[in-house]
């Protein structure tokens, strides 16, 4: 098994809680008492500790900083920025662009303003940031990214900041019309439901790139690169609708909503006016027109339907890349298969020799692999660790790379940690721990790695390191603030790096190790640089330049630079990742079909030379003149760093933050909660009404969670009115008291090519019942106390993109509850469900086991989750043993939409069988045995509801093959499967 590792996890996870810690805590919450019950049963015990091993799971944002952080914070009228002490530089700039922007770029969007909060996180090595309602605040995570093509080379909160508050603008303005009648019934969520449905994602997007490139002097919307995917459609001729663009696809490569929104929403101001997208979303979000408001808004203020207005907006851009389409539809290439999809992306090609080349590739079905290339054979090395790029170095049969791993318990805490792979063996081991390097790189003698740090106090450095043993050896110094992408070894004793400044200008830096100082080899400019390669006394590095990222050789002898003219090769758009042998030359560009690896003979290389001041000119525009017509062109170069008062800000702060009313209506249950979330994101609360239409009882409840402990802490309270039981030919009623408290111990345990999640927790109930007159002379009030322990496991390999589940993976849930006062009663479950590969490449087999027990003379039944055999009517028995199969597997991939309503991604099947046998006593003591077995299949549609959120539904047919004792008649059952919740 290749691809899968069963790591020794008990030992890991023994070796960092401590045996006698995990002891004492399991015997304090009751847990042990399940652990006991479970060595009852050997086998199964010993299975379940066999085929622990590692899952996927993304960091919660619930409780995700641990106490030690202090926060400090800038409270303005517009936003109120919150932030860890120490980081007062990038409070007072985030603070200042917003303060200092927001009137002048009102006009465009509207003047309506509400205060956000905005956290700046600087845990994570995420570089990211939000805007959300329900409740309504933004996060900044701080790190930035090495590559300056992927979101340009600003410094990275002033981007954040320039783009991030257009949405709090967008927001703000939106709260309009029937959106705002959403938001006065069901509060913060109720308006996000409203905007969501009205507004289409790319505008929000594309207004927000449109914000930051129009403030600034640079902005996605300069950047060729941000351009590439749908000039890659263009230039292969794949003409998809305008539904899959927007959802995307499982088999074919679709470019994101962001360039789509920018061209869309450019074009549109471009054409009709600075005010055009507030009158559109203004009489979107009111829903005036009631149905399709946004496409009847558009058709008003530009007087032509939405399929023409997208078409020419598209157009006007498809037109600025003519003459580069014209010019690759010129190369001869190998033909196009009909009906060609998807085929890989190979990512930094690293020449071993004139016929060797190792590189990254990702495919739709499996997870990256290291892959060395000989010829046309592939030979894949190993599956590549968790990683948040493909980036890679490769020297003499090593390869270095940086790979995710979150941190055990605080979820915005995570970590970029070197990792060094013998090509020869494909075995691999972690050189750093704990740390946040990047694009690490080998000496010349491979004796020494260089890599970039970030932070998380702001600053940047590079680190030199033992590539034995990953002990720091050096730091360079950075005097000048300067900003360090892909360094690389010049000789022994200096490096090349692509540099940022502060104001987020670019060029070649070459520098001193001993001293720090720097050489700048080309003139500083916003057109960004990406991948240098230093092969003798030259470096290869990508570039933008008009149009097009293109690539340059520069001596470092005498400074002569050359373009590289070659670039309109196969179809590919882009030229990006330079490698060199003695012969041969490599780069990537991007088709259709995914990034390739370009390769040719050096001898038939063409390079022109060219002067650096000339290459080093303003970005593009790609012809939309509203760029630079009004006041708020380039404003981020004019907004002052003004002294702003800094206080603290105290945690406890609006603790009970209600936003939104969500009813959620699962028969016979029908519930309003109101729900709530503070702005540090560690208490969750909620008070809920539910109604049960069976029995006609009302419930009032309390439920809040406290994460910011490293335990998380609960508690709750219900209060229900009227419940019933039928007795002796007449209705018994009474009311009940419900109190819960307790922990929960959420572990991430991910590592390597492994993710991984455990949570432990207990939960202790107190229950009152008191019955209503007249029974009270009959019935007496029952008090009772139960704890709700239990163990939860989920293992799994990285998942691909078509893949139904991941190709091995386990998920375990063990639980016990058991009476602790009042009455006679327990509950023993363990439920596992085991993912295997099947015959195919998107097939899975899971294994599903599960066991139940509960004890002979139990006075009352505890909630039932045993998974029952499908189609049955399911009781609550003395005891159950269930095993089933399911063999899943994709049947078709229709990529079509109705309406701008549904889009379908995929139509999937599982054929199964479940066997479950169970045994009771009847109410004379005699025993009770039974088998419910069943087979059937299922069908699911996988797809996207108003190009929004995902969703799958499907329907079952089960046989059953012995009777429904419990249930209705015949052995055919037909059922709709939906999903739980929709709001």
Known sequence: ?????????????????????????????????????????????????????????????????????????????????????????????????????????????????????????????????????????????????????????????????IHEFRHVQQYNNFNVGFSHVLKVFFGEGGQALGNDAAIPNWFFEGDAVFNETHVSEQGRGRLPYFFNGFRALWVDDQDYSYMKIRNGSLRDYTPDWYPLGYMLVSYGRNTYGDDFWKKVTHDAAAYKGVFYPFQKAIKDYSGKDFTQFKNDGLNFYKKQFDSTLSGNQSVNRPPIKPHQHFIADREYP???????????????????????????????????????????????????????????????????????LDVKTGKEHRLTKNTKYFSPDFSPDGKTIVTVKEGTNGKCEVHLLNAADGKLIGIVSNKENLFYTYPKFYGNDKLIAAIRTPKGQMSLDLIDIKTGKNQYLLPFSYQPIAFPMVKNDTVYFSATLGKDDRIFALSLIGHKLLE???????????????????????????????????????????????????????????????????????????????????????????????????????????????????????????????????EGYKQLGFDAVYGALFPYLSAGADYTIDRRSYYKGYNVYWNETDLHGGFELPFNLSSGKNLTGLQIGSDIYYTQSMFQQPFRNVFANQNYAYSNDYISFSNNIQQARQNIFPRFGQTIMLNYKTAISGINADQFLANGSFYFPGFAINNNLVINLAYQQKNKNSVIDFSNDFPFSRGYTAENLYNMNKFGANYHFPIAYPDAGFGNAFYLFRIRGNAFYDDTYANDFYSDGSKFKATFRSAGAEIYFDGQLFNEGAVSFGFRYSYLLDPDIFGGTGRSRFEIIVPVTVF
């Open 564 to 694: 590289l003219n070659n670039y309109n090769v196969n179809y590919s758009v882009g030229n990006y990742e330079a490698a060199i042998s003695n012969n041969k030359f490599a780069w990537v560009g991007l088709t259709a079909f995914g990034y390739q690896v370009n390769e040719a003979d050096k001898t038939k290389l063409q390079w022109q030379a060219v002067d650096s001041l000339e290459v080093r000119n303003s970005l593009y525009d790609f012809g939309i003149s509203v760029l630079k017509r009004d006041s708020s062109t380039d404003l981020l170069a004019s907004v002052k760093n003004d002294s702003l008062p800094i206080t603290k800000y105290h945690k406890s702060h609006h603790l009970f933050n209600f936003h939104s009313l969500v009813p959620n209506f699962n028969d016979p249950n029908y519930t309003l909660s109101l729900q709530g979330e503070n702005v540090l994101n560690t208490l969750q609360s909620a008070l809920s009404f539910t109604y049960n239409r069976d």
């Open 350 to 420: 690293a020449y071993v020799n004139d016929s060797t080349v190792i590189y990254m590739k990702s495919t739709y079905n499996h997870i990256p692999v290291f892959v060395q290339k000989n010829g046309a054979y592939e030979k894949k090395i190993s599956v590549r660790s968790v990683s948040l790029d493909t980036y890679f170095a490769y020297s003499d049969g090593k390869i270095v790379y940086a790979a995710y791993r979150p941190d055990l318990r605080w979820n915005y805490r995570d970590y970029s940690e070197l990792m060094v």
């Open 1 to 161: 098994m290749p691809e899968f590792y069963v790591p020794k996890i008990l030992v890991r996870i023994f070796t960092f809680i401590g045996k006698r810690i995990l002891y004492n805590l399991v015997h304090t919450f009751n847990i042990l008492s399940l652990l006991s019950h479970l060595m009852k049963y050997p086998l199964l015990f010993t299975l379940l500790l066999v085929i622990v091993s590692a899952t996927n799971t993304l960091a919660q944002e619930f409780g995700g900083n641990p106490p030690s952080i202090k926060w400090e914070q800038i409270n303005m009228p517009a936003a109120k920025v919150i932030f860890p002490v120490g980081l007062d530089s990038a409070g007072l700039r985030v603070a200042n662009i917003v303060r200092q922007m927001n009137k002048a770029i009102q006009p465009t969007i509207g003047f309506k303003q509400r205060q956000i909060s905005i956290l700046l996180q600087n845990q994570t090595t995420i570089a990211n940031a939000y805007v959300g309602l329900a409740p309504f605040r933004s996060e900044f995570y701080l790190t930035p990214e090495q590559n300056s093509f992927e979101i340009g080379s600003l410094s990275w909160p002033e981007q954040l900041a």
